[in-house]
C-alpha cells in the first residue's frame, strides 16, 4: 500500500512540474553490488557504509538540465534478492533507460545481469539506452578477471556502454546519469542505430573501418594506457581513431555529452573509466561485426 502511494506521488512530483519531461530509469543488479549506493550518491550526495537490503523497490527523483531542458529523472532502485525477480515484469515496465550493476570486486556478479536483461526485454518492446556500471572501483580488482567476465556475458551485446564507477568516493556517478540522460534527450525510438549516432567521420562507415573517438585531457589517470591499448587493436582492426583533448575541443565533447576521462566510443559503445585490452578487443569485434556484417 505504502509503496503504491510512494510510486504514485513520485510520478505525480515528475509529471506536475509543468512540461517537465520525466523518465524512468530502472537499476538492477545482484544483492550487495551497490545499487541503492549509487543511487544515494546521485541524488543525496551521501555513501552508507552499513548494508541494507532493498526490499521491494524505492524510487527517487533527480531533476537535471540538458541542453536548457529539464528532465526529471524518476530512478528504480530494484532489490536485487532473488525473491523480488518474480515481480520484476511489474516494476519493469515503461522503463526507459536501464543501468545493470556489477562489483569489481566481484567480477562474477555480471552474471545475473543477463537474466535481469531478458526478464526487462519482456517487459517493454523497444530498445532503450543500456549501461553496465561496474561499481566499488575504490577497492582492489583485476582489470584481466573483469575482463574475462564480460567477454563471457551475453548481455554485453545489449548494452550501450560499460562504465567504472564508486559510489563510496563519488568517481563518475553524476556524469554517467548526466550520459544516461542525454542519451535520452538526444535519442529517440532509433536509439542504438549506428547512424542515429554521431561517430560517423571522415567517411570511415563509407571505408569500412569502424570509427573510434577517444577523449582525453588533463589529469586523467588512465588515458594514456587505454589508448596505448586501442592501438594496439588498431593494428588488426581496420578503425579510425580520433583523439579529442575535451579541454581543447569543448564543443565535441559537449556535443557527445562527454564528462569523464577517459571515455572511449567504438561504433554504437561508450566505454568510462579503465578498461583493459581485451574488453576493447571484444567490444571492437563485436561492433565491427554489428556495423559491417564481417
Ligand atoms: N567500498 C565500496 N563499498 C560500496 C560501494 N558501493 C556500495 N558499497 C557497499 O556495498 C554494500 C551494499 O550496497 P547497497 O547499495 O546496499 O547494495 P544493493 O545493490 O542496493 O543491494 P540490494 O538492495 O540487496 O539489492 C554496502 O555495505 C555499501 O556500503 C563502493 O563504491 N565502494
Ligand atoms: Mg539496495
Same mark, same amino acid.
Given at each position: 500500500m505504502i509503496r503504491n502511494i510512494v510510486l504514485s506521488s513520485e510520478i505525480a512530483v515528475c509529471t506536475l512540474l509543468g512540461s517537465v519531461d520525466c523518465r524512468k530509469i530502472v537499476v538492477?543488479?545482484?544483492?550487495?553490488?551497490?545499487?541503492?549506493?549509487?543511487?544515494?550518491?546521485?541524488?543525496?550526495?551521501?555513501?552508507?557504509?552499513?548494508?541494507?537490503?532493498?526490499?521491494?523497490?524505492?524510487?527517487?527523483?533527480?531533476?537535471?538540465?540538458?541542453?536548457?531542458?529539464?528532465?526529471?529523472?524518476?530512478?528504480?532502485?530494484?532489490?536485487?534478492?532473488?525473491?523480488?525477480?518474480?515481480?520484476?515484469?511489474?516494476?519493469?515496465?515503461?522503463?526507459?533507460?536501464?543501468?545493470?550493476?556489477?562489483?569489481?570486486?566481484?567480477?562474477?556478479? %555480471?552474471?545475473?545481469? &543477463?537474466?535481469?536483461?531478458?526478464?526487462?526485454?519482456?517487459? #517493454?518492446?523497444?530498445? *532503450?539506452? @543500456?549501461?553496465?556500471?561496474?561499481?566499488?572501483?575504490?577497492?582492489?580488482?583485476?582489470?584481466?578477471?573483469?575482463?574475462?567476465?564480460?567477454?563471457?556475458?551475453?548481455?554485453?551485446?545489449?548494452?550501450?556502454? %560499460?562504465?567504472?564507477? &564508486?559510489?563510496?568516493?563519488?568517481?563518475?556517478?553524476?556524469? #554517467?546519469?548526466?550520459? *544516461?540522460? @542525454?542519451?535520452l534527450t538526444t535519442w529517440n525510438e532509433e536509439f542504438g542505430v549506428p547512424k542515429k549516432r554521431k561517430v560517423l567521420f571522415n567517411n570511415a562507415f563509407e571505408e569500412k573501418t569502424l570509427p573510434v573517438m577517444f577523449f582525453s585531457g588533463p589529469n586523467c589517470d588512465f588515458c594514456d594506457p587505454v589508448f596505448d591499448r586501442l592501438t594496439n587493436i588498431s593494428s588488426q582492426y581496420p578503425m579510425t581513431i580520433k583523439v579529442v583533448d575535451v579541454e581543447a575541443d569543448k564543443n565535441t565533447a559537449s556535443e557527445h555529452g562527454i564528462l569523464s576521462i577517459p571515455t572511449i566510443i567504438i561504433g554504437t559503445k561508450t566505454i568510462v573509466g579503465e578498461s583493459n585490452e581485451q574488453i576493447l578487443r571484444t567490444i571492437v569485434s563485436d561492433e565491427y561485426t554489428q556495423l559491417f556484417g564481417i
Open positions: 538492477l543488479g545482484n544483492p550487495n553490488v551497490g545499487k541503492t549506493s549509487i543511487i544515494q550518491r546521485y541524488v543525496h550526495n551521501q555513501f552508507k557504509t552499513k548494508y541494507y537490503a532493498t526490499l521491494g523497490f524505492n524510487i527517487y527523483t533527480r531533476y537535471i538540465d540538458i541542453s536548457e531542458k529539464r528532465v526529471g529523472l524518476s530512478v528504480w532502485d530494484i532489490g536485487g534478492q532473488e525473491a523480488f525477480k518474480q515481480f520484476a515484469f511489474r516494476y519493469l515496465i515503461e522503463t526507459d533507460a536501464a543501468i545493470f550493476v556489477a562489483d569489481v570486486s566481484r567480477p562474477e556478479t %555480471i552474471e545475473s545481469l &543477463s537474466t535481469w536483461n531478458d526478464k526487462l526485454n519482456q517487459a #517493454i518492446n523497444r530498445k *532503450i539506452p @543500456k549501461i553496465i556500471l561496474f561499481n566499488k572501483i575504490d577497492l582492489n580488482y583485476d582489470m584481466n578477471v573483469i575482463a574475462d567476465e564480460v567477454i563471457n556475458s551475453s548481455v554485453r551485446k545489449d548494452v550501450n556502454g %560499460i562504465v567504472f564507477a &564508486s559510489a563510496k568516493t563519488g568517481q563518475n556517478v553524476v556524469d #554517467i546519469f548526466s550520459m *544516461i540522460a @542525454k542519451m
